[in-house]
């Protein structure tokens, strides 16, 4: 599932990779793409995208989301 900003500039959404891992998706229309690792074992998906709904709403949108996984004590990297 995927989630955007009313204005449309602003994407975030979880994918799962083969074997299961997920990883979290954030795209902005001004160019910036970022994918964050899923590190936390197994976390419910329902609970992640509990996050994203959160997240997308702030008015900086990856700072939200970055805080609402951080607040549900999901664990992320970068990836490279």
Known sequence: MAYHTKN??????LRVKHGGRMQVIYDAIKGQ??????????PKESVIHEALREGIGSKNVLHGVMSALNARSIDVDFAS
């Open 8 to 13: 449309g500039s602003e994407f975030v959404g």
């Open 33 to 42: 793409r970022l994918i964050l690792n899923i590190t936390s074992k197994q």
